[in-house]
């Protein structure tokens, strides 16, 4: 299994695309964390937020957690990850469906006929090309944040155990949206459908979904009424991503916890790689 | 050293049958030509016997092993497909260190292949660059990365210029003569004459003949190309 690995590896690492890829990566983090340090600045120097001495209830509780420093470096550390992990997606679409474009399938199964094997690896490759890639950003994000506080006299929160929840949060992100990709490039065959497939799995993000969850409740009932839109919009893959991995609140009032978004995450990472491994194991090797 | 076993081998897709019945014996030593019209089953036959396709019916091993119950199956059996092809994006040695790495063969193996096959001055340009010839040349490449003992090629001279179908020719012949069973697949049968030792003809996914070349051209040297004509009955079964 582990020279299998090394071998997906190196044929992840053996075509420009993942240089490619990389390069779009750091323009992402770089144009994100601009603007999560502007957000940031702005937030932090909101007076009704900076100069609250009030009563500390519940709600101004997490309105400060979200909005202060926790929440703010959180944002930070973890700038990057939506087009982080839509880069991912297209790595893991693409390091499947590659096979069946080039016809090399048969060349792979010839070398290790046991294909379980082989889409284990690939899911290992890519989850350790989404993790380095989610250190890298963290790293970068983590430079640009000790800069940022250092610098403008905020309070920073590095040593708030919710900031590094989300960012260990954002990797199992990084990683189940990489199990995510080989699911749906192993079901779809080709190249194109798979990859314009995950891109809407992407692209349906909180407005969309509660767009999408709130159109549909109009339909059944046409009506106000007690319909759960919020806890159906997390069924989404983008929208569980946001709830799982960040400390804003994405529907205001209405409670939606991270392991929530982690446990629909988690749910689809396994499902799609157990369809996977049952569609590969079953099906002739594509010609 | 293992024979390749085809016994009682049918593959069907859906309702058309592709391959009916067949069974036959290539064994070490001796070049086997498996050959038949375009669409006759040879690369499907050579498919189930490489574990890429199920069997409908019947069984191919290597001498009752099945290919994918091999721990190591490169090191024992190198195969070209006709369709198999190589990334573009890939250089030549980029993609055969990737299947050393994969089939668990040594790195030093890779030079070796590279210059077996006339590929070390190119081996660092991507494959997009490549000929047909070079393609087919480091596909050889590939299937002689673990040194097997059993080479199936489907096709193999498509592509090859006149130099390279000598250099194929005389690398069968060495193989043979090294003990190693070599089974290859092909439509033209004028060529296959002068390489192969014993004969499997098939048509339509049915078994015509299997004999040696010699026998089945008799005394009077008949040419491999009208035997085929004669058993196919002028073309019938031809796809």
């Known amino acids: ?287 | 050293m293992k024979s390749i076993v085809f016994n009682g081998l049918t593959k069907a897709f859906g309702n058309r049958t592709v391959v009916q019945d067949l069974s036959f014996t290539a064994e070490p030593g001796r070049v086997t030509g498996f050959l038949g019209p375009n669409g006759a089953g040879k690369t499907t036959s050579l498919r189930v016997l490489l574990g890429l396709e199920r069997a409908t019916a019947g069984t191919a091993t290597f001498g009752g092993s099945h290919y994918a119950a091999m721990p190591t199956p490169a090191r024992n059996v190198g195969a070209v497909l006709e369709e198999s092809r190589l990334h573009p994006g890939r250089t030549g040695r980029s993609h055969l260190r990737i299947h050393a790495v994969s089939g668990g063969i040594g790195r030093e193996r890779v030079e070796e292949v590279l210059g077996q096959t006339g590929l070390a001055d190119v081996a660092h340009r991507r494959v997009k660059s490549y000929s047909q010839g070079m393609a087919k040349r480091l596909a050889i490449a590939t299937a002689l990365l673990g040194d097997p003992e059993v080479l199936i090629l489907d096709e193999p001279t498509n592509g090859l210029d006149p130099f390279g179908v000598r250099w194929l020719r005389d690398e069968m012949r060495k193989w043979a003569n090294e003990g190693r069973v070599v089974l290859v697949s092909s439509h033209l049968l004028a060529e296959m004459e002068l390489i192969v030792d014993d004969v499997v003809i098939i048509a339509a996914g049915r078994l015509l003949e299997k004999a040696d070349v010699a026998t089945l051209r008799g005394a009077d040297g008949t040419s491999l190309e009208d035997v085929f004509i004669k058993l196919a009955g002028g073309g019938a079964g031809i796809r």
């Open chain 1, 1 to 287: 299994m582990r020279r299998q690995i090394r071998a997906e590896l190196m044929k992840i690492c053996s075509v420009r695309r993942l240089w490619v890829l990389a390069g779009l990566a750091v323009l992402a983090v770089a144009g994100s964390l601009a603007v999560n340090l502007f957000q940031a600045y702005q937030m932090l120097t909101d007076l009704e937020i900076a100069t609250y001495s009030g009563p500390v209830t519940d709600e101004w509780r997490q309105i400060l957690e979200a909005y202060g420093p926790v929440g703010q470096t959180a944002e930070i550390l973890t700038s990057g990850q939506g087009l982080g992990i839509f880069l991912v997606l297209l790595l893991a679409i693409l390091t499947v469906s590659d096979e069946a474009r080039f016809h090399t399938a048969s060349m792979t199964y010839l070398f290790q006929p046991n294909r379980s094997n082989v889409l284990l690896a690939k899911t290992a490759a890519v989850s350790l090309c989404a993790a380095l890639l989610c250190v890298a950003t963290t790293a970068v994000n983590l430079v640009g944040a000790l800069i940022f506080f250092g610098n403008n006299g905020f309070g920073s929160a590095f040593a708030s155990g919710m900031v590094w929840r989300a960012v260990a949060l954002n990797l199992c992100a990084y990683i189940l949206w990489a199990m995510l990709g080989i699911g749906i490039a192993t079901v779809i065959r080709s190249q194109v459908a798979a990859a314009i497939i995950g891109t809407l799995v992407f692209m349906v993000d909180s407005p969309m979904a509660y767009q999408t969850v709130n159109s549909i409740r109009w339909l059944i009932s046409g009506e106000e009424g007690t319909f759960p839109i919020m806890a159906i919009s997390v069924a989404f893959p983008r929208v569980a991503t946001e709830v799982m991995a960040s400390t804003l609140s994405k529907f205001q009032g209405d409670p939606q916890h991270w392991w929530a978004g982690a446990l629909v995450l988690l749910g689809y990472g396994v499902t799609m790689s157990l369809i996977g491994l049952r569609v590969t194991n079953n099906r002739d090797v594509l010609r």
